[in-house]
């Protein structure tokens, strides 16, 4: 089994930034790529980000592209979401996802961290 645990959530004002973090513990040599999704009230989870085990790879969802930025310290199995440019759309509970391997489904999740993004 792997463990996700999400920190760095929180109240922002539109324009401002955050970075989220993801730390895995457990089976995580069984872990491949990793990602992060959101769900706002309301509506369904939606992807935003993905990376490969070997950081090589990443994909972002249109509506974040060019302000999140995704990226993993495999010495700390930590994945992060740097998050700039926020705007009010971007409220959501994140939650930090992980697949067995680069091209599995997302099997394990974490219990997601609140963002809120101010107007």
């Known amino acids: 089994q792997v463990q996700l645990v999400e920190s760095g959530g929180g109240l922002v004002q539109a324009g401002g930034s955050l970075r989220l973090s993801c730390a895995a513990s457990?089976?995580?040599?069984?872990?491949?790529?990793m990602g992060w999704f959101r769900q706002a009230p309301g509506k369904e989870r939606e992807f935003v980000a993905s990376?490969?085990?070997?950081?090589?790879?990443?994909y972002y969802a249109d509506s974040v592209t060019g302000r999140f930025k995704i990226s993993t310290d495999n010495d700390k199995n930590t994945v992060y979401l740097q998050m700039n440019r926020l705007k009010p759309e971007d409220t959501a509970v994140y939650y930090c996802?992980?697949?067995?391997?680069?091209?599995?489904?997302?099997?394990?999740w974490g219990q997601g961290t609140q963002v809120t993004v101010s107007s």
């Open positions: 996802a992980a697949a067995r391997s680069d091209l599995g489904r997302f099997s394990y």
């Open positions: 457990g089976r995580t040599f069984t872990t491949g790529r």
């Open positions: 990376i490969s085990s070997s950081g090589g790879s990443t």
